[in-house]
């Protein structure tokens, strides 16, 4: 699949030099290849606070995946602090609660010029101050927020809430400003390719590694994410996706996402489990061929997953198989879309059993195959979110994914599942490649990052989702979307 043509370094210098009204997107840093326990090389990280295990957990989470690492707290915990400076990091202390002072801090972590993207981790604190409004917290968000906007190309902006944060009114307060200020934040610094999130958390290790994943390449186009790091009955969250020798049903892989998907996991070590209809047999077959030549193991499963027969053949042939299955990717999806005037039944029974009931149908046959701690991932859109002209089908079907994913997370947690739903925004693929020019060109122009996702972004995040990294996230919906303006 082409990348973008505004990224094109030809055609980009040509229209800088032509005064039209639209904006350029900055080139994603992305990740390639196989993960590997350095993401972070050749980036920096910088904590505002290092007082606690979490503060310590986010720091070496980050300090492991290789980033050069500067403590700016000024009253940091002096034996938490060595152990960073001990791993290589040093300390730059800065008062964070003016605008300024932690830009210097910035600044000084780095040699003069220094354009290698930066991590800023900040915690957000509680205020000594009796103030709701202009207090210690919601002073730092600006001088945080200062320092981000001048930051180099493709850096990160994380803003933790603690446990500590939680439990009564002043905490509710301070938390729900946190995740205003971060909608608004993520809008503006999408230009420079850079993005920013919210960690709420409840357990430091999932947010560790929680945080490594957001800071890395691999996050490019995820933006504005608001998520919960919880405690997981399956163990503790790795540092990496640990796929070797699991095995991972990926529904509606012969081309597209799933395709992107099925060869993201194989990569990993997964043997992949490659669903779609029997006419895309021969795009399943050049899928299966690439993961294959690559050393992967992949099998195609030809089936409806629309169809009680179809979920049923997918759980035999898996059953008969290397079975038992580790994980699975719900990702079949079809469009018909017509405004509500136009829309047959026809349109709008296919839609919502392809997209939705299919999913039942196939978890339903597969469950007797799935392991203790095995991971679910739901393809859900922003268009189930914020809903879109024409799309009453689809937007319904896509919504109750969602609700899907969270009930399943609830139903299964005692068992160590996990299920979670993405919701992707404009994708460059066969689906998108039907949109009129101007509505794919409008679509950029209303994301935070100015241009659309490739598949392998939502590959990485499903690869996330489904390895041991991500074991502190269940139940939660996750936009895929480079920060799109729908809904957010
Ligand atoms: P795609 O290129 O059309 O791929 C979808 C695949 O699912 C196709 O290979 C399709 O086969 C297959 N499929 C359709 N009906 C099936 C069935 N009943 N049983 C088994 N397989 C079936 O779409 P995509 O863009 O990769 O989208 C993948 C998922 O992401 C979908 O759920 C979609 O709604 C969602 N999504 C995509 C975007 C985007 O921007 N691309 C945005 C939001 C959400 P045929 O092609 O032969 O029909």
């Known amino acids: 699949m082409q990348d973008d043509w505004s990224l094109n370094p030809n055609v980009r210098k040509l229209l800088r030099r032509v005064p039209l009204p639209i904006s350029l997107p900055t080139p994603l840093r992305r990740g390639l290849g196989r993960s590997t326990a350095t993401e972070l090389l050749g980036t920096r990280a910088v904590l505002t606070h290092l007082r606690d295990s979490l503060d310590l957990a986010l720091a070496q989470a980050v300090q492991h995946a290789g980033a050069a690492v500067t403590i700016a707290d000024p009253a940091g915990d002096t034996t938490l602090t060595g152990r960073i400076v001990d791993g290589g990091g040093q300390l730059v202390p800065a008062t964070a609660d003016l605008p300024g002072g932690l830009l210097a801090a910035i600044v000084q972590s780095g040699a003069s010029g220094d354009r290698r993207p930066v991590t800023l981790i900040h915690r957000v604190t509680r205020p000594h101050s009796s103030d709701l409004a202009v207090n210690e917290t919601t002073d730092a968000l600006l001088a945080v927020g200062h320092a981000a906007a001048q930051l180099p190309a493709n850096s990160r902006l994380l803003l933790v809430i603690g446990p500590d944060l939680r439990g009564d009114s002043l905490a509710g307060l301070m938390t729900a400003a946190t995740q205003g200020f971060a909608r608004s934040a993520f809008k503006e610094l999408g230009k420079t390719g850079s993005t920013c999130h919210v960690l709420r958390v409840e357990d430091a290790q999932a947010a560790a590694a929680l945080a490594a994943f957001l800071a890395s390449p691999r996050a490019a186009f995820l933006t504005g994410l608001d998520l919960l790091a919880q405690k997981s ?143 679910m991932v739901l393809m859900s859109s922003v268009m189930g979110i914020s809903g879109n002209f024409g799309q009453t089908n689809y937007s319904a079907s896509k919504s109750a994914v969602i609700e899907l994913a969270k009930q399943w997370a609830c139903d299964g947690y005692a068992r160590g599942l996990r299920a979670n739903a993405i919701a992707p925004g404009f994708i460059l693929t066969d689906m998108t490649a039907q949109m009129p020019v101007m509505n794919r060109e409008m679509a950029k122009q209303l994301t935070a990052l100015l241009q659309p996702g490739l598949p392998l972004d939502v590959a990485e995040l499903a690869c996330f989702l489904i390895g041991a990294q991500s074991r502190g996230v269940t139940g939660q919906v996750l936009r895929c979307d480079g920060g799109m303006a729908f809904g957010a």
């Open 233 to 375: 009955l399956a163990g503790d969250a790795a540092d990496r996706p640990a796929l070797e020798g699991k095995s991972v049903l990926v529904t509606g892989a012969a081309r597209g996402i799933g395709a992107a998907i099925a060869e993201r996991l194989a990569l990993e070590g997964a043997l992949v489990w490659i669903n779609d209809i029997a006419q895309s047999q021969a795009a399943a077959a050049d899928t299966v061929a690439q993961i294959r030549a690559r050393g992967g193991q992949a099998e195609f499963i030809a089936a409806d997953v629309g169809t009680l027969t179809g979920a049923q053949a997918i759980a035999d042939a898996i059953g008969k198989g290397q079975g038992p299955l580790h994980g699975i990717i719900h990702n079949a999806g079809i469009t018909r879309d017509r405004t509500l005037r136009k829309m047959s039944v026809a349109q709008w029974r296919q839609v919502l059993q392809v997209n939705f009931g299919a999913m039942h149908l196939v978890q339903t046959a597969v469950t007797p195959l799935l392991q203790p701690g095995a991971a």
